[in-house]
């Protein structure tokens, strides 16, 4: 069924009719995002290059830690999307179990890697930070190993999907995976209110009280929207090539099919 | 302690991420865009 999502009989028929499954169509995502693809790739590129260039020469060094806290401006970003990416793959988990949603399966295959390589950036800055910081590159602070948990969340994920011959039993197997793992967002967040941990607490808030001067927190927030958008620049990137894939198996298959 | 080499390591790490992440991205891109071109043409 999935070598062929871009059938028309593949759509299934709503009766709602609503925006949201007007896009669950993957040839009308493919028309709508591909000329959408060169303006992401140059706003992410643009903005993260301006947050990382900010962030290691020009931002001031922290009264306490000194230049190590130039490692924040790609440690948080990395730790932030590496968090949205696995909300967003639970998001596409529950439109494809529950409304078995053509490209949910499709995006939430693609989000994996993605997510995984930003979890990957964030544990390894986290431990280069810690090194100078605390005297070691890791600890089993809640912080710390919940975001290890994210990332071997991620990894089942993207093996789960591929581990049945059956393409569709592992969307269903790694679509449940996901939602389960979604629990591990909160304790993630909350993690250093709720134990005593070794890792910082949260310095930016956005009901206010925010712990860090204009002169950090604009770099850092940069990169962060840059981070974002290379996240979602690589995704709707990865789907179109995931969806393009598709409908030249698709095509070969028919063609096949006619010749035999 | 030096802090050079752990900051180094860790823009250097995010940097070889995001590069190597955007050219895989890029060459899967262009080469499900030729092969599905070359596809429809058959006749």
Redesign the interface.
């Known amino acids: 069924m999935t070598d062929n999502i871009l059938a028309p009989e593949a759509i299934p028929a709503y009766p709602t009719g609503s925006w949201l499954h007007r896009y669950a169509n993957p040839g009308r995502f493919l028309r709508l995002a591909q000329p959408a693809l060169p303006w992401l790739a140059a706003f992410s590129i643009i903005l993260t290059v301006i947050g990382i260039v900010w962030g290691y020469v020009f931002a001031p060094a922290d009264w306490e830690q000194g230049n190590a806290a130039r490692i924040m401006y790609v440690h948080v970003p990395a730790a932030w999307v590496s968090m949205a990416g696995y909300a967003a793959l639970a998001v596409c988990s529950f439109f494809s179990i529950v409304w078995r949603h053509p490209l949910a399966d499709l995006a939430a295959e693609e989000i994996g890697p993605v997510g995984a390589g930003f979890t990957f950036v964030c544990l390894i800055s986290g431990a280069l930070w810690g090194k100078p910081m605390w005297g070691a590159y890791w600890v089993w602070d809640a912080r710390l190993t919940s975001v290890l948990v994210l990332f071997f969340l991620y990894l089942g994920h993207i093996a789960l999907i591929r581990a049945f011959d059956n393409r569709e039993h592992g969307y269903r197997a790694a679509a449940i995976l996901a939602l389960v793992g979604a629990v591990n967002l909160p304790i993630i967040v909350f993690s250093v209110q709720w134990w005593n941990t070794l890792h910082q607490g949260n310095t930016i808030s956005f009901s206010g009280g925010s712990k860090i001067y204009v002169t950090m927190l604009y770099p850092l927030l940069i990169a962060s929207v840059g981070f974002y958008m290379c996240f979602l620049t690589l995704v709707t990137a990865r789907l179109c090539s995931a969806i393009m894939e598709r409908k030249t198996r698709a095509l070969l298959l028919a063609a096949a099919e006619r010749g035999a | 302690?030096n802090?050079?080499p752990?900051?180094d390591?860790?823009?250097g790490?995010?940097?070889l991420?995001?590069v190597g992440?955007?050219g895989l991205?890029?060459v899967?891109?262009r080469?499900?865009?030729k092969?599905?071109a070359a596809?429809?043409k058959?006749p």
Do not use: D, N, P, Q
């Open positions: 302690m802090l050079t752990f900051i390591g860790s823009y790490i995010t940097v991420f995001l992440i955007f991205t890029y899967r891109y080469s499900a865009v092969r599905l596809v429809e058959r």
